[in-house]
């Protein structure tokens, strides 16, 4: 085990139980994925507004787990503030979102979409299939039309 793992490892164990952590659960009402927080409605308490998706707030590269509306949560009170918490835990997901600079990978039921930039795969890919269908038309016509209904099927 590294010096990294022990000195986490010694700290967990020797402080587990004394961080107080705050944890309440609700359902989700909606979501702003511009800020990526959403309302969570509690019952018997108040609606908790603008939870956070993530620990911390950041705008740049992320990843975020977005819960479906109507899904039960537990949402993480940060520093005992009532009115400031973040999604610990969802039900159920609408989809992930990966986020390194201009590249993105978002993952949901229907299939992926991976972009960087103004490029996306789905767009390459079925640029490809056009260009080989030009010149290799004769070929395969249907096998490529086919191949080309499979990427859009995954790629969204």
């Not at 956070?52 to 950041?58: I, M, P, S, W």
């Given at each position: 085990m590294?010096?990294?793992?022990?000195?986490?490892?010694?700290?967990?164990?020797?402080?587990?139980g004394k961080i107080p952590a705050d944890v309440t659960t609700g359902t989700v009402k909606d979501i702003d994925e511009d800020t990526y927080t959403c309302t969570v409605?509690?019952?018997?308490?108040?609606?908790?507004?603008r939870v956070?998706?993530?620990?911390?707030?950041?705008?740049?590269d992320r990843f975020v787990l977005i819960p479906k509306?109507?899904?039960y949560v537990l949402?993480?009170?940060?520093?005992?503030?009532?009115?400031?918490?973040?999604?610990?835990?969802?039900?159920?997901?609408?989809?992930?979102?990966?986020?390194?600079?201009?590249?993105?990978?978002?993952?949901l039921a229907g299939g992926f979409s991976i972009k960087?930039?103004?490029?996306?795969?789905?767009a390459i890919l079925n640029d490809m299939i056009d260009q080989v269908l030009k010149v290799y038309a004769p070929k395969d016509v249907p096998g490529l039309t086919?191949?080309?209904?499979r990427i859009n099927a995954l790629l969204i």
């Open positions: 590294s010096s990294t793992e022990e000195l986490l490892n010694r700290f967990a164990t020797k402080h587990i409605e509690r019952e018997d308490r108040p609606t908790l507004y956070r998706l993530n620990a911390v707030e950041y705008t740049g509306e109507g899904s949402v993480c009170m940060i520093e005992g503030d009532g009115a400031d918490g973040y999604l610990l835990a969802t039900s159920e997901i609408e989809k992930l979102v990966f986020a390194i600079d201009t590249t993105e990978l978002q993952v960087r930039g103004d490029e996306t795969l789905k086919a191949l080309k209904i």
